[in-house]
């Protein structure tokens, strides 16, 4: 039973930490994108139709990567370019991306889906206990982990993180010592609309095989939350992730148990359970204040 | 050749007027591409979609029904997105506002006489304002970004809604359908003008107008202005930031709770487990649309309903998915973002050759 829930609780908890992931990395290079659902639900519509046409399910992944930074490239235009309201934009994205995912869709509504094959790592995964849970994931599990190490590295071990921090901290700064912000913010815009189309496609390929109109149900946002939560730290959003992936399945298994409590009551809970995190963060004014990007969400026009 | 923003040195008073028209210019090309990619023809489509609604007097009243509660919503959005308060969550405050009204008609059935509906309509702003307080109170109380908290209520609503017409306020002669009881005749917003229209078309463009003149003519909508472009100077004026984000946030709230208690009143006359096709996102885009004016968004509601029975029309007449309405309207946002650019920068090309230290600086 417990290994059971602790299965599900990955499952529920992986596309939350890739598109998480990849929009930190956005916002630690100042641009604030709030179209990571339009972005997520395009990569889940364009994974599966792929992944049907063709019959492979790695193709399917790629193609949500690349629907993923297509969604991105055009919100990157409008902000950076364009120099658009970065809130304004990112709903725009939202609200696209949900529309175009509903008319890609609709041919797919009902069309049984292809899972994801699971990795099964030799010896360890016959482990008992462990070697379920650990070693018997699909490979975007593993890739999930993968990504947040070599985000962690990247930003604070690297040159490369530091000019992306310098970019998102102070853009004045940056632009004077030679970078260019714009085309590092672009690339930052890019990373993240890729982790958000995985994440897509994680939900219409492996967390369920098919494809449901808005199938996404907030989790862009909800990954959009979990960044305030790590307070911009990528080691934290994987606490933040598996927290909400419990709290996402509790109802799937209360339900199980035959409690007394209003469906709807439960799958609020990880909406509730979102502000209610946001709050306790940022009521914490030294935590959120020490991490947060000074720059986030404000524009950058280069002065020629 | 590069092509380059180069700041204006004012707001330009034309590109203000113009930037929305090239928008849904931009729109209906868009539009007629995709027609063409899904194998339509894209004249017939375009008319079928934008201007055969506007011909038949049916269709002409069921514009007018969906632009209602558009209008209203994106009145109360521009209040918010003025003073740099940003409420994504109206469809949630619509909703609540829409049970808040609903409250009445459903516990006390026999209660009908004339003062029902006016208690309906203020039972709902209040309704509409306490939720939309809630990511106000934690904005101004404890830091928390209001974008996210009222996005999230949105999803809470729904799931108060769907439980009320499952559960507890389901029709108990209702053969088990999840819908309450149909609202008796004292809770039925009455039609106007030979019934052309529900009352809530007159309501909401007084409601319009009024804000208009209070956001050009009064200290308040001047407060409201100078908070959302200079939050400093403001508060040399002695504004507070937070009594501001509660009041617009109410006033958000209250607009969008009375739109959802007309719909329920007017249109749909009970509540059902869905009761608006995505109002409170679309009004979003008529806040945009309508460049935060009230006046503008009662044109730029007329737009967005257009693609509502639009997408309708195209369906049934073509077989093209009715989603293309929200595609439509997402690209429709996207476009008047763009053309904003407008009105604060020129474009202009410049040749490589241009040394760069001297090429502007204006």
């Given at each position: 039973m417990f290994e059971a829930v602790l299965l599900t609780v990955i499952t529920a908890a992986t596309p939350l930490l890739i598109a998480a992931v990849g929009e930190l990395v956005v916002e630690r290079s100042g641009?604030?994108?709030?179209?990571?659902?339009?972005?997520?639900?395009?990569?889940?519509?364009?994974?599966?139709?792929?992944?049907?046409?063709?019959?492979?399910?790695?193709?399917?992944?790629?193609?949500?990567?690349?629907?993923?930074?297509?969604?991105?490239?055009?919100?990157?235009?409008?902000?950076?370019?364009?120099?658009?309201?970065?809130?304004?934009?990112?709903?725009?994205?939202?609200?696209?991306?949900i529309g175009l995912s509903g008319m890609i869709g609709?041919?797919?509504?009902?069309?049984?889906?292809?899972?994801?094959?699971?990795?099964?790592?030799?010896?360890?995964?016959?482990?008992?206990?462990?070697?379920?849970?650990?070693?018997?994931?699909?490979?975007?599990?593993?890739?999930?982990?993968?990504?947040?190490?070599?985000?962690?590295?990247?930003?604070?071990?690297?040159?490369?993180?530091?000019?992306?921090?310098?970019?998102?901290?102070?853009?004045?700064?940056?632009?004077?010592?030679?970078?260019?912000?714009?085309?590092?913010?672009?690339?930052?815009?890019?990373?993240?609309?890729?982790?958000?189309?995985?994440?897509?496609?994680?939900?219409?390929?492996?967390?369920?095989?098919?494809?449901?109109?808005?199938?996404?149900?907030?989790?862009?946002?909800?990954?959009?939350?979990?960044?305030?939560?790590?307070?911009?730290?990528?080691?934290?959003?994987?606490?933040?992730?598996?927290?909400?992936?419990?709290?996402?399945?509790?109802?799937?298994?209360?339900?199980?148990?035959?409690?007394?409590?209003?469906?709807?009551?439960?799958?609020?809970?990880?909406?509730?359970?979102?502000?209610?995190?946001?709050?306790?963060?940022?009521?914490?004014?030294?935590?959120?204040?020490?991490?947060?990007?000074?720059?986030?969400?404000?524009?950058?026009v280069p002065d020629r | 050749m590069r092509i380059e923003l180069v700041k204006r040195k004012e707001h330009s008073r034309t590109m203000a007027l113009l930037s929305p028209l090239i928008a849904v210019a931009l729109t209906a090309l868009s539009a007629a591409i995709l027609f063409s990619i899904t194998g339509h023809n894209p004249l017939i489509g375009l008319y079928k979609f934008f201007i055969e609604p506007l011909t038949q007097q049916w269709s002409l009243e069921a514009t007018i029904d969906k632009a209602t509660p558009l209008i209203l919503i994106g009145c109360g959005l521009a209040v918010c997105y003025l003073s740099n308060n940003w409420n994504i969550g109206a469809e949630g405050q619509f909703v609540v506002g829409a049970l808040f009204g609903s409250a009445l008609p459903i516990l006390f059935p026999s209660f009908e006489n004339v003062i029902t509906l006016p208690l309906m309509l203020l039972f709902g702003a209040i309704g509409g304002a306490l939720w939309a307080l809630i990511p106000a109170l934690l904005k101004t109380r404890f830091n928390t970004n209001e974008i996210l908290t009222s996005l999230m209520?949105?999803?809470?609503?729904?799931?108060?809604?769907?439980?009320?017409?499952?559960?507890?306020?389901?029709?108990?002669?209702?053969?088990?359908?999840?819908?309450?009881?149909?609202?008796?005749?004292?809770?039925?917003?009455?039609?106007?003008?030979?019934?052309?229209?529900?009352?809530?078309?007159?309501?909401?463009?007084?409601?319009?107008?009024?804000?208009a003149i209070v956001l050009a003519k009064t200290l308040k909508g001047f407060e409201i202005r100078v908070m959302g472009e200079s939050p400093r100077a403001g508060s040399f004026a002695g504004f507070s930031a937070k009594r501001l984000t509660l009041f617009?946030?109410?006033?958000?709230?209250?607009?969008?709770?009375?739109?959802?208690?007309?719909?329920?009143?007017?249109?749909?006359?009970?509540?059902?487990?869905?009761?608006?096709?995505?109002?409170?996102?679309?009004?979003?885009?008529?806040?945009?649309?309508?460049?935060?004016?009230?006046?503008?968004?009662i044109i730029a509601g007329f737009v967005l309903a257009l693609s509502y029975i639009g997408g309708e029309g195209v369906q049934s007449a073509m077989g093209v998915s009715n989603e293309i309405a929200s595609v439509i309207q997402g690209l429709l946002l996207f476009f008047v973002l763009a053309c904003d650019t407008l009105i604060l920068y020129r474009i202009r090309m410049v040749s490589r050759r241009v040394p760069t230290g001297e090429a502007s600086h204006v």
């Open positions: 641009v604030l994108n709030l179209g990571v659902e339009g972005m997520m639900i395009m990569g889940a519509v364009i994974g599966f139709a792929v992944a049907n046409q063709t019959g492979s399910g790695s193709l399917g992944v790629v193609a949500a990567v690349v629907a993923g930074m297509a969604m991105s490239a055009l919100f990157a235009f409008l902000v950076l370019f364009l120099v658009a309201n970065q809130v304004a934009t990112g709903l725009a994205l939202t609200i696209l991306g609709e041919a797919f509504i009902g069309v049984p889906g292809l899972d994801l094959p699971q990795l099964y790592i030799p010896v360890l995964s016959e482990i008992p206990f462990i070697g379920p849970v650990f070693f018997q994931q699909d490979a975007l599990v593993y890739l999930s982990f993968a990504l947040v190490a070599a985000v962690a590295y990247c930003l604070f071990r690297t040159r490369l993180g530091l000019v992306l921090r310098a970019v998102g901290d102070n853009h004045g700064s940056a632009h004077a010592l030679g970078y260019s912000v714009l085309k590092i913010r672009f690339m930052a815009i890019l990373f993240g609309g890729a982790c958000a189309g995985l994440a897509g496609a994680y939900l219409s390929l492996a967390y369920t095989p098919q494809w449901v109109e808005n199938m996404t149900a907030g989790r862009g946002w909800i990954a959009l939350a979990l960044v305030v939560f790590s307070s911009w730290l990528p080691l934290r959003v994987v606490v933040g992730a598996y927290l909400f992936g419990a709290v996402s399945v509790l109802n799937l298994h209360a339900q199980a148990l035959e409690f007394d409590i209003p469906s709807q009551l439960l799958s609020s809970l990880p909406y509730l359970a979102t502000i209610g995190v946001l709050v306790l963060i940022s009521a914490n004014r030294r935590l959120t204040l020490v991490n947060t990007p000074a720059c986030l969400g404000k524009p950058f | 209520l949105v999803y809470v609503a729904g799931l108060l809604l769907d439980y009320l017409v499952r559960g507890p306020w389901r029709d108990p002669d209702g053969y088990n359908f999840p819908e309450s009881r149909i609202f008796s005749d004292a809770a039925t917003l009455p039609e106007v003008f030979g019934g052309a229209m529900s009352l809530s078309a007159p309501i909401t463009i007084v409601i319009a107008i009024v804000l617009s946030f109410a006033i958000a709230g209250a607009l969008a709770g009375l739109a959802g208690t007309m719909e329920v009143s007017g249109a749909l006359n009970q509540l059902l487990p869905s009761i608006s096709p995505g109002y409170g996102f679309t009004a979003i885009i008529v806040a945009f649309l309508g460049r935060l004016n009230p006046i503008g968004i």
